[in-house]
């Protein structure tokens, strides 16, 4: 990943499921309480992808930690588990 802040192409299927979780359960946290008084969750959902940019801009370093992590683990080959099959 470059330095630019920005949410890759193949983290935005992730960055919308999350979304969409935390839309779903905003009414179990209080400090969430006021989604959905002036929009609707799908109104939300649609600015918050809109801003997808934005909003990993602002989480830079644990987007950065994110994808680090996740392409280490992609660079790790498969351990054989004794039984002439990889675990993977």
């Known amino acids: 990943m470059n330095s630019a802040p920005h ?3 193949e983290d935005r299927p992730d960055f919308a499921r999350v979304l969409d ?9 209080p400090e969430l309480g006021a ?7 799908e109104q939300l959902r649609t600015r918050a992808l809109d801003a997808a ?19 280490e ?3 790790v080959p498969p351990q054989d ?8």
Do not use: F, K, W
Request: proline share 4%.
């Open 73 to 75: 683990s992609r660079r």
């Open 81 to 88: 588990d004794g039984r002439g099959g990889a675990r993977g």
């Open 7 to 9: 949410l890759l192409p």
């Open 35 to 41: 989604v959905g008084r002036r929009l609707n969750a």
């Open 53 to 71: 940019p934005e909003i990993a801009a602002r989480a830079a370093a644990e987007y950065r930690q994110y994808t680090e992590l996740r392409d």
């Open 21 to 29: 979780q935390v839309l779903r359960h905003a009414h179990r946290r």
